[in-house]
Every structure is written in C-alpha cells, then in structure tokens.
C-alpha cells in the first residue's frame, strides 16, 4: 500500500466537506480543472474546518482546538504529512504550489477574533476580512496560476478583492445567525444590534459593488482551468447582492436569503455563454 492511496483518499474528504457544507461552492468547483478541483476542495475543506471550531463547537474549548489545528498545520507542512485527512490534503496543496505560510497564519489569526471578538472597528475589522478571505483568495490564485508568477502578481489584487467581496456578502446574508447563533456583527463600527441600519447596510453594498469591479478585471485574465468556476461563482455572488439590495435591514435580520437550484443551473449556462468571449490565457 502506498502513500498515494492516503493522499488521494485525503482529497475526496475535503471534496466530500465542499459538497456537504456548501450546495453553492461545490456546484462551482465542479467546473473546475480536475487537478485544480482537488486543490480547491482541500483550501476550503481546511478553511471550513477552522470556521467550524469557531461557529459551532460550542460546548469545546475553541481556543485549544484552534490552537491544536495550528501546530498540526504548522508541524505537517514541515513533514509533509498529517494524520488529519484534511489537513493532509491542504499541506500536500500548500507545499505543491508553494502558497506562502504567512497567508495561513493570518488566516488563522482572524478565526481566533472569532472566539473573542463579537465585533470590530474599521482598523480591526480590515484586518479580519484580509486575514479570513483575503488571504483565501490569495491560496486559490497561488493555484490558479501555479509556476506562473508574473500573472499570479498582476492578479493579486482582483484576488483579494473578491475574496473580500464573497465574505461582505456572507455578512449581509447571514446577519440573522451571526447575531442569533453567534452573536456576532461583522459591521464595521457596529457594536450593537440597535447600530445595524440601512445606513451601514447601504456602506457596505457600495463596498462589496467596488470590489466586484476590481475583482472582474482579474477573472477576465484568469487561466482557462479556472475561470469558469471563478466567473460563476462571482456571478452567484452578484445575485445575492442584487436580492439583499431590494431588502432592508429588518428583513435581513429575520431570513437568510437563498437562490433556487434552479436559478444556479440558469447560472452556469449564461457563464458558460459568456467566458466564451472573456481573454483568457
């Protein structure tokens, strides 16, 4: 028996995690190259496990566990195994594509905000949407782009700005667990459920429509393994912003909003259409 067998096995766990905990991304990955598929299920399969121990172990003490997955991290980059399927399969895409350490650790700093913080200034609050979806973009585009690291330079900042808009959205959409379940406002300035209004509502939306024109001069430049994956999943991202926009912010403190399966496959079709006439390299 060979090591390949545990590393292959590896990928279909974090693949089977995308699959289950998200309908939407794992829908998107599947458009992805094969060998890129498998690398971005083991980002985000890593990434959910950190989300996990913040959001919802809480009858653990988050911060050992937290603190567990680092030194795991930390020790099977060195080693080049972990006997965490999961983590396995991250190192294995961490140190294929030599995505820098750094990125991880501050990806791990801002879930660590999570167990203490319940919400941010504008300085703290930056940091912690560079640090938990920033840097997530960033490891993709280390992948997207591989020994290219000219385009990887030129595309950097479209990365980070789409990561920075998927994860405004997800607060915007999931105001009503954060506040419910978690306790949390990741409002930048809102200390208070009473400080949430269509006012702060709006700044964000301006923000998230900012980034998503940043983000969009990047994807038309992205390689061809990926590009529909990423194009569809910012055009699934545009459409939940379009519906919280029609709502206020009541409305959002009392439903999630969703869009239809049906709705997604529409989706897939039109981008198909259209990164057929995107440059791509």
Same mark, same amino acid.
């Given at each position: 028996m060979s090591i390949e067998l545990y590393n292959s096995t590896s990928f279909k766990i974090s693949n089977l995690i995308a699959r289950n905990y998200s309908t939407s991304f794992g829908f998107a990955m599947n458009l992805f190259s094969s060998e890129v598929k498998d690398s971005i299920a083991a980002i985000y399969g890593y990434v959910?496990?950190?989300?996990?121990?913040?959001?919802?172990?809480?009858?653990?003490? /988050? /911060?050992? !566990? !937290?603190?567990? !997955?680092? /030194?795991?991290?930390?020790?099977?980059?060195?080693?080049?195994?972990?006997?965490?399927?999961?983590? $396995?399969?991250?190192?294995?895409?961490v140190n294929k594509y030599l995505i820098p350490q750094e990125y991880i650790t501050d990806f791990l700093d801002s879930m660590e905000m999570d167990i203490t913080n319940?919400?941010?200034?504008?300085? $703290?609050?930056d940091k912690y949407v560079y640090g938990s979806a920033e840097v997530v973009g960033l490891m993709c585009l /280390?992948?997207?782009?591989?020994?290219?690291?000219?385009?990887?330079?030129?595309?950097?900042?479209?990365?980070?700005? !789409?990561?920075?808009?998927?994860?405004?959205?997800?607060?915007?959409?999931?105001?009503?667990?954060?506040?419910?379940?978690?306790?949390r406002i990741y409002f930048p300035d809102a200390g208070h459920e009473n400080e949430l209004n269509d006012r702060n509502k709006y700044f964000l939306e301006t923000e998230v429509e900012n980034e998503f024109i940043t983000a969009f001069s990047g994807i038309k430049r992205l390689p061809k393994n990926s590009v529909l994956g990423v194009y569809t999943a910012y055009m699934y991202y545009s459409i939940l912003l379009k519906k919280i926009k029609k709502m206020n912010m009541n409305d959002l403190k009392s439903k999630r909003v969703r869009i239809s399966n049906l709705t997604k496959l529409i989706l897939l079709l039109k981008s198909a259409v259209k990164v057929r006439s995107l440059n791509t390299v």
């Amino acid at each position: 028996m060979s090591i390949e067998l545990y590393n292959s096995t590896s990928f279909k766990i974090s693949n089977l995690i995308a699959r289950n905990y998200s309908t939407s991304f794992g829908f998107a990955m599947n458009l992805f190259s094969s060998e890129v598929k498998d690398s971005i299920a083991a980002i985000y399969g890593y990434v959910r496990l950190a989300d996990e121990i913040v959001d919802t172990f809480h009858d653990q003490d /988050k /911060k050992y !566990l !937290l603190d567990e !997955l680092r /030194k795991e991290t930390l020790t099977s980059l060195q080693n080049g195994i972990s006997i965490n399927p999961v983590v $396995n399969s991250f190192q294995y895409t961490v140190n294929k594509y030599l995505i820098p350490q750094e990125y991880i650790t501050d990806f791990l700093d801002s879930m660590e905000m999570d167990i203490t913080n319940t919400s941010y200034d504008r300085q $703290n609050y930056d940091k912690y949407v560079y640090g938990s979806a920033e840097v997530v973009g960033l490891m993709c585009l /280390k992948v997207f782009c591989h020994t290219n690291d000219e385009l990887f330079l030129s595309l950097e900042i479209p990365a980070k700005a !789409l990561g920075s808009a998927f994860q405004k959205v997800n607060f915007l959409r999931d105001i009503k667990s954060d506040l419910n379940e978690r306790g949390r406002i990741y409002f930048p300035d809102a200390g208070h459920e009473n400080e949430l209004n269509d006012r702060n509502k709006y700044f964000l939306e301006t923000e998230v429509e900012n980034e998503f024109i940043t983000a969009f001069s990047g994807i038309k430049r992205l390689p061809k393994n990926s590009v529909l994956g990423v194009y569809t999943a910012y055009m699934y991202y545009s459409i939940l912003l379009k519906k919280i926009k029609k709502m206020n912010m009541n409305d959002l403190k009392s439903k999630r909003v969703r869009i239809s399966n049906l709705t997604k496959l529409i989706l897939l079709l039109k981008s198909a259409v259209k990164v057929r006439s995107l440059n791509t390299v």
